[in-house]
Each structure stands twice: as structure tokens, then as C-alpha cells.
């Protein structure tokens, strides 16, 4: 087990409404990145937070949005579902700057009908 | 459990046998490298990470070797077992994320 946990681990929307997934970080761990993983497919960058700054994003609109709380926990948001916004999104913890060791949690699976 | 991809190319082994997973990546200035391992409905989980100023390293089991000059990765699993099969990543860091690779499915038969 990593420690990085989320939650919930599956859900079903409807076209049109929006989401909050959450994510808490492994502990002492400061950075947060989510990604969304479609199936067959390797992960994809959404965001990254850091001390609760979003620091880098994807190629992702708008509508994905987030928070990382003092406690470096971190939500994601999408308003708007689309059908292709169904997928397996990844929360990922790590200490501090890029190029150090990041542990992903289980994911949380959506389906958008 | 989910099928994580289902048209991901495929690696079959026996168990016993030594495995590698072969990985190209897209950035030369990359200096930071990982190997995940994806089982069926769960998330990737580290196995073996490389910095760029190394060419090989090892740990239990796995090493991983890196050719900068032909930007390409290599997993190699010793006396690869039934447990190991799962789709395995190999990521590249950049400045804020992971560039993952699109995955090789390994599947070990008895």
C-alpha cells in the first residue's frame, strides 16, 4: 500500500453534471497531481499542486479544476461531464519537486452515461 | 477484475523465465525515469526509478537500464512469476509531471 488513498472508487454520472473527487496524500508528502488514465492507455497529466498552488497543468479545459488543502490533501473537479470524461482518474503523491518518487493511489473510476 | 487496456502490445512469458519490457521515450533532456506496474482495477505502483546519470540499476528481482543515446528503457524481470503479470509503464519526468509510455501487458503462463 502507497498511503495515497481516494476516494469514492467508482462512480456514475450524468451527462452534464459535475464531480469532486478527492484524494489524500501519502504523509509528508507536499505535492499532488492528478491524472486521468482512458482505457488501453497510459495515464495523462491533468494538474499538479504544490503548498496549495496549482503548479503545472495538462492539456485539459477548464473544467478540470482543483484545491490542495493545508494538509495537502487535494480535490478534483469537473463541471460539465462529457461522455469521454469516463475514465480511471489517478491521484499521485510525491515530496516536494518533480524528479523525485511519486505513489499513485487506487483511483477513483467514472462513468459518465 | 476491469481490463486496464485491451489492445496494449503483449509480452507472454513462462514462469521461470527472465522478462524485458522495452520502453522508447520522447525527451532528451529527460532526466528522471520510472517503471510502473498496473494490476486490473488498481492504480500504478512504483517498481524501480533511474536518474539519467546512471545507464543500469537493480533492485530485488528487476533491473532497469537506460540508453540515453537512443532515448529507450529496459524492465528486466528475473524468474518472472505469475504475480508479475500485470501492464507495466515506463514514465519519463518532466518539470511539473509524468509522460507515461503507452504500456506493455505481461502475462505469464505456467
Known amino acids: 500500500e502507497t498511503g495515497v488513498t481516494q476516494s469514492p472508487t467508482h462512480l456514475i454520472k450524468t451527462r452534464g453534471q459535475q464531480v469532486t473527487l478527492r484524494c489524500s496524500s501519502q504523509s509528508g508528502h507536499n505535492t499532488v497531481s492528478w491524472y486521468q488514465q482512458a482505457l488501453g492507455q497510459g495515464p495523462q497529466f491533468i494538474f499538479q499542486?504544490?503548498?496549495?498552488?496549482?503548479?503545472g497543468r495538462g492539456n485539459f479545459p477548464p473544467r478540470f479544476s482543483g484545491l490542495q488543502f493545508p494538509n495537502y490533501s487535494s480535490e478534483l473537479n469537473v463541471n460539465a461531464l462529457e461522455l469521454d470524461d469516463s475514465a480511471l482518474y489517478l491521484c499521485?503523491?510525491?515530496?516536494?519537486?518533480?524528479?523525485?518518487?511519486?505513489?499513485f493511489g487506487q483511483g477513483t473510476r467514472l462513468t459518465v452515461v | 477484475g476491469e481490463s486496464v487496456g485491451l489492445h496494449l502490445p503483449t509480452l507472454s512469458v513462462q514462469e521461470g523465465d527472465n522478462s524485458i519490457i522495452n520502453c522508447a521515450y520522447s525527451?532528451?533532456?529527460?532526466?528522471?525515469f520510472i517503471w510502473y506496474k498496473q494490476e486490473s482495477g488498481k492504480g500504478p505502483q512504483f517498481i524501480i526509478d533511474i536518474r539519467s546519470n546512471m545507464d543500469k540499476r537493480q533492485g530485488q528481482r528487476v533491473t532497469v537500464l537506460l540508453n540515453k543515446t537512443v532515448k529507450h528503457l529496459s524492465l528486466q524481470i528475473a524468474a518472472t512469476q505469475p504475480g508479475d503479470s500485470a501492464v507495466y509503464f515506463c514514465a519519463e519526468s518532466s518539470t511539473d509531471k509524468l509522460i507515461f509510455g503507452t504500456g506493455t501487458r505481461l502475462q505469464v503462463f505456467p
Open positions: 525527451n532528451s533532456a529527460s532526466d528522471y
Open positions: 499521485a503523491s510525491s515530496l516536494g519537486q518533480p524528479n523525485t518518487e511519486a505513489f
Open positions: 499542486y504544490y503548498r496549495e498552488e496549482e503548479n
